[in-house]
């Protein structure tokens, strides 16, 4: 007497979801780190223990040639007062301010935009590279 089974499971897998959510990640992630600010490369930041969290609302950049960089676009040192009150406008809390100067840069020209930053009220980052 021959016993069968007249349910037969189904073996086969299809992997068309696991592809379509790989994709969506793919595209999530290549969106996330377009959005980051990157460092100028020609700046060695100097080096600190401590370490800041938070999200700078513009970054102000000086290379050791000093050449000053608002968020990617160069720029003189006169013209950053006026981008920076553009770019950030009027706010109920005061704004973040990164300022990203090469190791090499004298503390005189981070002290002027540091003048520029408490004469609109801005708060300051400075930029380093953890030891």
Known sequence: MAIGKKNKS?????LSGMTDIVFLLLLFFMLVSTLTAPVASNIMLPQSNNQTVANPVVVISI???MEYMVD??????????????ERLGVRKEPPTVRINADENVSMNEIYKLLEIAKKNQYKVILGTRSL
């Open 10 to 14: 189904n073996t086969t897998f299809s």
């Open 63 to 65: 290379s050791n040639q």
């Open 72 to 85: 990617e676009k160069s720029c003189s040192f006169d013209q950053i007062e006026s981008l920076l009150k």
